[in-house]
Nanobody, 123 residues
Framework: QVHLAESGGGLVQAGGSLSLSCAAS????????LGWFRQAPGSEREFIAA????????IYADSMKGRFTISRDNAKNTVYLQMNSLKPEDTANYYC????????????????WGQGTQVTVSS
């Protein structure tokens, strides 16, 4: 069982930055990939990036490269998402999810997910 808790969302002006955190707890965390996703009202889910605990491998959606950076702190069992140069269209609920395979994450077939944290970017 894996529990995920996101934090760090809020209201920010366009051009600003936010850093989101996903604190993970549970068994065998190092066997899971953790990914960041977002979903805006009336829109489909979007994959942002994923990070493997072992080896530090990362992968980004092409559309998210450049402004978003995923990182992790093994000691704190936490994965972060640094978001820069935010735009109003980045407004969404951002959540993290975990699965044993990266492929499942990319297909939104994850085993565990959190409640998310709201990010609102004002123009």
């Amino acid at each position: 069982q894996v529990h995920l808790a996101e934090s760090g969302g809020g209201l920010v002006q366009a051009g600003g930055s936010l850093s989101l955190s996903c604190a993970a707890s549970g068994d065998d965390l190092r066997t899971y990939f953790l990914g960041w996703f977002r979903q805006a009202p009336g829109s489909e889910r979007e994959f942002i990036a994923a990070h493997g605990w072992i080896g530090g491998s990362t992968i980004y959606a092409d559309s998210m490269k450049g402004r978003f950076t995923i990182s992790r702190d093994n000691a704190k069992n936490t994965v972060y998402l640094q978001m820069n140069s935010l735009k109003p269209e980045d407004t969404a609920n951002y959540y993290c999810a975990a699965d044993l395979t990266l492929g499942n994450l990319r297909k939104f077939q994850y085993e565990y997910w959190g409640q998310g944290t709201q990010v609102t970017v004002s123009s």
